[in-house]
């Protein structure tokens, strides 16, 4: 009985300390990711899959609703059907799916290939059908040799109210260079 009394009296002080340390945990260490990429033909999504394991975030496909056919995705061809939305920046190709709610997330990285030297078009629906405001936004890419940087001023220069931090080209970037960069941007 004296024991339980003395548990009883010790345990409010024990618990309060145990949860004060596990949410300094949560803020340092454990900030919510999220990875979320267009990819094609599966470039875009390997190096998607070792950003999530060096940030521990969470992975989304941003799917179309219609899948890209080999034909749909011919640049040499005017009349496909990449080469149809590039040629349109108002084009906009509807998803799959949506995420949902980004308020759990302090930082969205969205990765793609590049496409005539731009973001595909379906990244801008990505982007228009999910709140990111107030999320740091962190765009990454992969490409047949182009730069990110064209893409990137474009899509800064299209949603001007994100907080944009700097993107990363991660053609054939190993997960150790992925790890040093995620560190750069303090993640
Ligand atoms: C329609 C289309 C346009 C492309 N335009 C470019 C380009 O402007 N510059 C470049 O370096 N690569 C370009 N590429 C190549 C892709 O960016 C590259 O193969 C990328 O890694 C594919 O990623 P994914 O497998 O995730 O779709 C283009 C590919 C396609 C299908």
Aim: proline share 5%; no cysteine; aromatic share 10%.
């Amino acid at each position: 009985m004296k024991s339980l009394l003395i548990a009883f009296m010790i345990l409010p002080w024990i618990s309060p300390r145990a949860t004060a340390q596990e949410g300094a945990a949560r803020d340092t260490g454990n900030r919510r990711i999220l990875v979320a990429y267009f990819s094609a033909t599966g470039t875009t999504a390997a190096a998607a899959e070792k950003l999530a394991r060096a940030t521990g975030g969470e992975l989304f496909a941003i799917a179309p609703a219609q899948p890209y056919t080999d034909a749909d995705l011919d640049w040499n061809d005017k009349g496909s059907r990449s080469s149809a939305e590039m040629n349109d920046p108002k084009a906009r190709p509807a998803l799959k799916a949506v995420k949902g709610s980004m308020a759990g997330y302090d930082a969205v990285f969205v990765g793609y290939p590049i496409w005539w030297n731009l973001a595909p078009r379906i990244v801008n629906t990505f982007i228009e059908s999910h709140d990111l405001k107030g999320r740091s936004v962190i765009p990454f890419a992969t490409s047949g040799g182009s730069g990110i940087g064209n893409s990137e001023a474009a899509l800064r220069k299209t949603y001007p109210d994100l907080k944009w931090k700097n993107g990363k080209l991660l053609n054939r970037t190993d997960e150790k260079a992925i790890r040093a960069w995620v560190k750069e941007l303090g993640y």
